[in-house]
Every structure is written in structure tokens, then in C-alpha cells.
């Protein structure tokens, strides 16, 4: 309403303006040229397998193909729009899980990927599958990350075969489970340090002088961060640890023009849960949170992107959850 006129005023101003008239030859709708496809949207409690999982022991660390359902790593649903084009990456821990889904998001954003696994050869072969079939180079590479001279070697290998290293995804770990801390061999707390947080330092310190402007670093973390378990004393602890790595070389990797951001999981389903956890914990996994079930890798992956792109770009030193809904707190 305007200010100051009178009634009859605003009545003549209404009555004054001209409004477009139909035309009377042809009074149907203009249809739009090229017609929009919608996405349905649909209850994301309903978009994944739910528990109970059946029961499925294996030995760590675990394969894909033996699991049951098998993840979604995206392979029918993932679609790539040159995000990532002329990137190179390296990720660890992506023969399977979270690192298969985000290498495969990658390749379809236009990124070549080494795919850096431990023992895992079907399971890294497939990952190099999805990558080729993308149009992307892959290239494999197996060995213990917790070796310092493996995780320059990695490095080498990327500079080699890419040219170029720009971004970094740390996503291996280690875990077990174990009900009291007097039960925590001390030789497997010492290797799910040096594999979950050391090689993390090994990879940055490597990694981070042959990266130029504009690159990215992303650190899987978890919410055991945040709201950690007992029975995964070891795991949890290295993941709180994670958060401030993160946070504290996000500060000097800006002067570089590098940006350093974490994500952290929920539970997602993937061959670490049926090779490291109780039976009982397997079937039930994921049924905990708002969502109640499990995410897929697949659920991921564009988090990963986002943090890795151009669209990221105004971020770093965070962490971001993707936990069902579990707060970061």
C-alpha cells in the first residue's frame, strides 16, 4: 500500500494500470520447448535397505562381494556434470565402501583416480572397472598406509602416472571392537593409530608441498568423533583426533590455497562392519538413528565432491555429518 494517498486515490492508481491482454486468436498455454524431468521425492527412510542385515562373519577386512545386500556405491544412480574434469585424486581405503563410492563420483565428475587399498585386489579391480567405464585412467595400488615409505611412494606414483596431484581423500581405517579396554592388544592400538590418523599426517606432509592452488584435502571421519562407543575405544580416538588435524591444517594449507575439510559418517554399510563387529551389532546396525537404517556409500559421495569442487569453494576447516541424523555435538 502506498503511503499518503487517499482511498479514492489508490483506487484510480489500481484502476490505471494496464495489464497484458490475451490474445484472442489463441488462448491456450505456450508449452515450454524442451520439457523438465522431476525427481520424485520420496521418504528417506525408505531409500535403503533396512535392518535386520543377516548375518555374514568375515574376516578384516571384509570384501564387498560377500556382503549382503551388497552397498550402493552409485552405480546406476550417480551422474557427473565436469565438476572434477582435468583432476587428479587419490584415495585411500577405495576398493570398497565409502572411498569406492567417492572414486566412482570422481571419475563421473571428470577426475583420474589411484585407488590405494591393502590387500583387497577383487574389490580394488571392480572400483577400476567403474573408473575406466567413466572414461577416467585408474590405477591401482596396494600396500599398508601405515608405513610411512608406502605413503611416499603413493604420492610418487600419483605425480607419475597424473602429472599432478589436487586433491587428497585420507578414507582408510581400522577398527575393532572390544567390550574392555584391558582386552586392546597394544599392538593393535599402536596400528589403528598409525593406520587411521599417522598415515594421515604421512599422506598431508607428502602430499601437501607438490599441491597447487585450488586443490583440496578431505579426511573421513566419524561420528565417533562425537558420541563414541567403548566397545570402539581405539577407533573412536583416533577420529576425535582427526577433527582437530583437520581444523589445524586448514589454517596453513589456506596461505597455500589448499582447502582441508573432514566428513563425518554414521553408520554406513560396508565391509568393515561385518569383518569387525559382533553378529548381533551387524544385524541391528544402523536401526539407531532418526533415519533407521544404515547409509549407503552411495549417500556420501556427494559430499565428497562438493568439499573436492568449485562449489566448496568458500569452505574449509569444518566437518560435515552424514549421520542420519545423529548431531556432530
Not at 57 to 67: C, H, K, N, V, W
Not at 299 to 327: C, F, H, K, M, N
Amino acid at each position: 500500500m502506498q503511503a499518503g494517498l487517499s482511498t479514492e486515490r489508490r483506487i484510480n492508481v489500481h484502476a490505471q494500470r494496464e495489464y497484458p491482454k490475451a490474445d484472442a486468436g489463441n488462448n491456450t498455454r505456450q508449452e515450454r520447448t524442451t520439457p523438465m524431468t522431476t525427481t520424485p521425492q520420496q521418504d528417506p527412510q525408505e531409500q535403503g535397505p533396512k535392518p535386520p542385515q543377516p548375518a555374514q562373519p568375515q574376516e578384516p577386512p571384509g570384501s564387498s562381494e560377500q556382503m549382503r545386500p551388497q552397498p550402493d556405491y552409485g552405480e546406476q544412480s550417480y551422474k557427473g556434470s565436469g565438476k572434477l574434469a582435468g583432476r587428479a585424486a587419490l584415495i585411500t581405503g577405495a576398493d570398497s565402501g565409502i572411498g569406492r563410492a567417492v572414486a566412482l563420483a570422481f571419475a563421473r565428475e571428470g577426475a583420474d583416480v589411484l585407488i590405494s587399498y591393502l590387500s583387497e585386489d577383487e574389490d580394488a579391480q571392480e572400483t577400476s572397472r567403474l573408473v575406466t567405464e567413466a572414461g577416467r585412467k585408474a590405477v591401482t595400488v596396494p600396500g599398508d598406509i601405515s608405513e610411512e615409505s608406502h605413503c611416499k611412494q603413493l604420492v610418487g606414483r600419483v605425480l607419475h602416472e597424473f602429472g599432478r596431484l589436487d586433491i587428497l581423500v585420507n578414507n582408510a581405517a581400522f577398527q575393532m571392537t572390544h567390550e574392555k579396554i584391558t582386552e586392546i592388544p597394544s599392538e593393535e592400538w599402536d596400528h589403528t593409530f598409525r593406520t587411521n590418523i599417522y598415515a594421515m599426517f604421512y599422506l598431508c606432509k607428502e602430499a601437501l608441498p607438490q599441491m597447487e592452488e585450488g586443490g583440496a584435502i578431505i579426511n573421513t571421519g566419524s561420528i565417533q568423533a562425537y558420541q563414541p562407543s567403548s566397545s570402539l575405544l581405539a577407533y573412536a580416538a583416533t577420529k576425535g583426533a582427526i577433527v582437530n588435524f583437520t581444523k589445524a591444517l586448514a589454517q596453513e594449507a589456506i596461505e597455500q590455497g589448499i582447502r582441508v575439510n573432514s566428513v563425518a559418517p554414521g553408520p554406513v554399510w560396508t565391509p568393515l562392519i561385518p569383518s569387525t563387529m559382533p553378529q548381533e551389532q551387524v544385524e541391528k546396525f544402523g536401526q539407531d538413528t532418526l533415519i533407521k537404517r544404515p547409509a549407503q556409500p552411495a549417500e556420501l559421495a556427494p559430499v565428497y565432491v562438493l568439499l573436492a569442487s568449485q562449489d566448496g569453494r568458500y569452505i574449509t576447516g569444518q566437518v560435515y555429518g552424514v549421520t542420519g541424523g545423529d548431531p556432530l555435538v
